[in-house]
């Protein structure tokens, strides 16, 4: 028998203020899902692969990361 994990993502974003990095990249070393990577000066979120863990938020040098929640979509 073959058990496989399903990992239900919460209702959050990991959100980059491109206006606010300074591209020093130590972000992406702190993070350990690897869901955020240099390319260039340009640094990309992978949100399929974050857990949100806040490592790198708090590591963030000029708060240039954050983590927000999503509103639930309410039925009418």
Known sequence: MTTTAIRKKPNKVLLLDRNKCISCAGCVG?????????????????????????????????GALAIEKIPEKTVP
Do not use: S, W
């Not at 702190?30 to 863990?53: E, H, I, R």
């Open 30 to 62: 702190t993070c350990p899902d690897l869901a955020l990577d240099m390319f260039g000066l340009d640094l990309q979120v992978f949100q399929d692969k974050c857990t949100y863990c806040t490592i790198c938020v708090r590591f963030c040098p000029v």
